[in-house]
């Protein structure tokens, strides 16, 4: 089964792909780039999925289905687009045995199929704003592929939506980006660096993307999520029109926003340590294991019979509680076990714990390891699980502030980058050609942030139009 | 928008597309085929999923996500398999710009790449059963299709299950048939017939398929979901191989079971009337819908005011409420979309009503129109949703026993079911030449049924081995 995790120091990646197969997160696929999401990893994606569904129909959108395969036409019609996507498609070009007049893409995103039907449904501003999500998988031809970083097919909501003006589409990104937010670091226990991607990094067919970007361990930026200002060539290239409140023709203004099965990785990163996973409670599949603890002398069932009882009270507040009570295996080898996987809270209980009427209440960041009555436990797990749910988010911040540096210079900062890593807030003038410089350094502007602090930009020395952040990225 | 219905009774094919349409459950999709399920479509559908999902978890299954694209090798390497789904495949031949070394299928059904991580994951008996779900979109290149009931994209889950013994296997079949006739009558409000699949209408690659069949109104029967023990050919074919309880290399029994999108079709047809849909209550998007009726001489925003009162407190007891108080259409456009929809029950209130401390309160069925006080409207909402649904299911089985006819000699039924449709119990030798003679009358034996009441076959004459039902079918 699960062989001695790779260093977490010295062999970071190594590690990320052998914690995520050992926990039971995914499996290899036999299909190139592909993963299979495991019940473990699958409980807990739809954990953080319940929890962003309810939040996106509560801000007034509704979710649908379109068709997973994308007339070859469709995806040529806006041309940024198509530039962006065309060396990633996977196409359909037989079906039914017969080969296709024209070939279907399988979706790797699905503006062009959805704004073909704004087209048709919006007629009027009466139709106004349309918000519109699905949940989905995508293909992605990707290069070089990991294990829900970055995968040929991956798992999405895609938001999309139509309004009357400029302001209402803007309004509606920075909702959006604000409910990513809340979600990253509120549930995922994850800090987030929030800025607009430079042009060169943009959505392909975007006026302006909004990011997410979460910091590693390493000192490498993952992109989490994005929400875009879609370019009014969308909806001219699909035709959508409404007639404005002034009885003009008008073209409406869109957006989109994605969240992805690579929150899963993010926080596998984050969290995680030498001994597994670290699964923030909040949406953890398991919040509590109890490990039973018999003696040779004690009648194992009465033990099993007393963690049924505690399981079933702390289940009947809704307390994800998993009971290990296998006869065969010793508590070492199931402490080991449910590490790995990264539960948040473990109970023990022996004999004499229940002579006691207690238990021995623990947690997986070795805050604290104590003997707890019978009484008092369901308050003691609510009270430990929101502790280590703000621990977790605390180290995080911690880490990340060590890993985030001011850099003036390229030709300073950059040699220090491309050796060690790290997050570099620096200026810049907006040029793509300073901005080209920072592949020297195998780095890239990871967004625009809201601050100005730095005067001058990084390689020419220009006024500064706006700070940036400056890593490597996966 | 919305144009007349065509008639329920005379023309009910072109009512069904009508309604799908005109009520928003569906849309018609730009690629072959395939359906958008629009908002309020999938609204539906998440509801039947949400209690589906709930009882797959509850009996012990747990969800996973395998890959959209199987390799072509896998497909083929049980011959009953490729041979029934061949006809059927949307085939990836290029992807990243360049033509796969070997062709990729998008799934018809997960049955070979979950069979292939079957052989993977299990090694012993300790690691049975397993239970594995998906949710998930299947692509099946149909040559006529029609919204919800065959697309060529529908969504579903399957169930895939692996077994020490064939006992095992039997009873999870059987566990899997209750649940989903349990959906189908307790929340669907749909009678079903339950059977075996003869061996020309099974699943391609199943030792035996169980069905559930429904009664469509016109007669014709509609397969609304099956459960097969899949053949041992399939452990075989993947290697799927454990050690037994006495140290033995064994096959596993393997299960699957699925449930689709073709639910709401099958919901439409039956339950639908000459105004449109009729949603049962336990799964309605919608469940109560109030119509303020404004009057010339008072103040709109004092009925609005009232009628936003009356929605949160239903609303905080769980009740679906909508609120339509545009001020530009007339109650009877409001009535006519919202019945149209399909909601189950309607709140009307005006400034009278309000003075009185009353709404008036009616049905989708017409059962009754009646003055409700404030005091017990919430009572009076529960039980009323209670009767529509009661109401639902019995019209439902009374019409189904009007369809249903018993027949002896296929040469006397058979020109009737071929002119009038409706079901035929009778009885059948088993032969697959008696099983052919019925294509003479578009016909097909729909599932041999658990009763053995007619003593002959219907065709040759011979002892039946059991009755049969006999229709035709979408």
């Given at each position: 089964?699960?062989?001695?995790?790779?260093?977490?120091?010295?062999?970071?990646?190594?590690?990320?792909?052998e914690?995520?197969?050992?926990?039971?997160?995914?499996?290899?696929?036999?299909?190139?780039g592909?993963?299979?999401?495991?019940?473990?990893?699958?409980?807990?994606?739809?954990n953080?999925k319940?929890?962003?569904?309810?939040?996106i129909?509560?801000?007034?959108?509704?979710?649908?289905?379109?068709?997973?395969?994308?007339?070859?036409?469709?995806?040529?019609?806006?041309?940024?687009?198509v530039?962006?996507?065309?060396?990633?498609?996977?196409v359909?070009?037989?079906?039914?045995?017969?080969?296709l007049?024209?070939?279907?893409i399988?979706?790797?995103t699905?503006?062009?199929?959805?704004?073909?039907?704004?087209?048709?449904?919006?007629?009027?501003?009466?139709?106004?704003p349309?918000k519109?999500?699905?949940?989905?998988?995508?293909?992605?031809?990707?290069?070089?592929?990991?294990?829900?970083l970055?995968?040929?097919?991956?798992?999405?909501?895609?938001?999309?939506t139509?309004?009357?003006?400029?302001?209402?589409?803007?309004d509606?990104?920075?909702?959006?980006?604000?409910?990513?937010?809340s979600?990253?670091?509120?549930?995922?226990?994850?800090?987030?660096v929030?800025?607009?991607?430079?042009?060169?990094?943009?959505?392909?067919?975007?006026?302006?993307?909004?990011?997410?970007?979460?910091?590693?361990?390493?000192?490498?930026?993952?992109q989490?999520?994005?929400?875009?200002?879609?370019?009014?060539?969308?909806?001219?290239?699909?035709?959508?029109?409404?007639?404005?409140r002034?009885?003009?023709?008008?073209?409406?203004?869109?957006?989109?926003?994605?969240?992805?099965?690579?929150s899963?990785?993010?926080?596998?990163?984050?969290?995680?340590?030498?001994?597994?996973?670290?699964?923030?409670?909040?949406?953890?599949?398991?919040?509590v294991?109890?490990?039973?603890?018999?003696?040779?002398?004690?009648?194992?069932?009465i033990?099993?019979?007393?963690?049924?009882?505690?399981?079933?009270?702390?289940?009947?507040?809704?307390?994800?509680?998993?009971?290990?009570?296998?006869?065969?295996?010793t508590?070492?080898?199931?402490?080991?076990?449910w590490?790995?996987?990264?539960?948040?809270?473990?109970?023990?209980?022996g004999?004499?714990?229940?002579?006691?009427?207690?238990?021995?209440?623990?947690?997986?960041?070795?805050?604290?390891?104590?003997?707890?009555?019978?009484?008092?436990?369901l308050?003691?797990?609510?009270?430990?699980?929101?502790?280590?749910?703000?621990?977790?988010?605390?180290?995080?911040?911690?880490?990340?502030?060590?890993?985030?540096?001011?850099?003036?210079?390229i030709s300073?900062?950059?040699?220090?980058?491309?050796?060690?890593?790290?997050?570099?807030?620096?200026?810049?003038?907006?040029?793509?050609?300073?901005?080209?410089?920072?592949?020297?350094?195998?780095?890239?502007?990871?967004?625009?942030?809201?601050s100005?602090?730095?005067?001058?930009?990084?390689?020419?020395?220009?006024?500064?139009?706006?700070?940036?952040?400056?890593?490597?990225?996966?």
């Amino acid at each position: 089964m699960s062989t001695k995790l790779p260093n977490i120091k010295t062999d970071f990646s190594q590690w990320y792909n052998e914690v995520v197969f050992q926990s039971g997160l995914a499996d290899h696929a036999p299909v190139r780039g592909c993963m299979i999401i495991c019940p473990y990893g699958y409980a807990l994606w739809e954990n953080i999925k319940n929890r962003l569904d309810h939040r996106i129909k509560e801000t007034g959108h509704h979710n649908a289905a379109f068709p997973l395969l994308i007339p070859q036409s469709f995806i040529e019609k806006e041309k940024q687009h198509v530039a962006g996507f065309a060396p990633e498609l996977a196409v359909v070009t037989i079906a039914g045995g017969k080969k296709l007049e024209e070939p279907l893409i399988v979706r790797p995103t699905s503006e062009t199929i959805i704004h073909h039907m704004f087209a048709k449904w919006i007629k009027s501003w009466r139709d106004l704003p349309m918000k519109i999500n699905q949940w989905a998988n995508v293909v992605r031809w990707e290069m070089r592929t990991r294990p829900f970083l970055r995968t040929t097919e991956f798992w999405w909501q895609e938001g999309h939506t139509a309004h009357e003006t400029p302001q209402e589409a803007q309004d509606e990104a920075e909702l959006m980006w604000k409910e990513y937010i809340s979600l990253y670091e509120n549930y995922l226990a994850i800090p987030v660096v929030f800025g607009i991607k430079s042009e060169s990094e943009k959505f392909a067919g975007a006026d302006r993307t909004y990011t997410l970007e979460g910091i590693m361990p390493d000192g490498k930026a993952l992109q989490l999520c994005t929400s875009h200002i879609i370019s009014q060539n969308f909806a001219k290239s699909f035709g959508i029109m409404f007639q404005d409140r002034s009885g003009n023709q008008a073209h409406p203004y869109l957006t989109s926003w994605g969240f992805t099965t690579r929150s899963i990785g993010a926080l596998v990163m984050v969290h995680g340590d030498e001994k597994g996973l670290i699964i923030p409670p909040k949406i953890a599949p398991i919040m509590v294991v109890i490990v039973p603890i018999f003696k040779k002398d004690v009648d194992s069932s009465i033990i099993k019979n007393e963690v049924q009882r505690i399981a079933q009270e702390l289940r009947a507040h809704s307390i994800a509680v998993e009971v290990d009570d296998r006869e065969d295996e010793t508590p070492g080898a199931k402490f080991y076990k449910w590490e790995l996987k990264g539960v948040p809270l473990r109970i023990e209980i022996g004999p004499r714990d229940i002579a006691q009427r207690t238990v021995v209440l623990s947690d997986r960041l070795g805050l604290a390891k104590e003997s707890v009555s019978f009484d008092q436990l369901l308050q003691q797990v609510k009270e430990r699980a929101d502790r280590v749910q703000k621990t977790l988010f605390e180290r995080a911040q911690e880490r990340q502030q060590q890993l985030w540096h001011i850099g003036e210079k390229i030709s300073v900062f950059g040699p220090v980058l491309d050796k060690e890593n790290g997050f570099y807030q620096t200026g810049w003038c907006q040029q793509s050609s300073c901005e080209a410089e920072l592949k020297k350094y195998s780095a890239t502007i990871r967004c625009i942030l809201p601050s100005n602090k730095l005067n001058h930009c990084f390689n020419c020395d220009q006024a500064s139009k706006g700070d940036i952040v400056v890593a490597k990225a996966y």
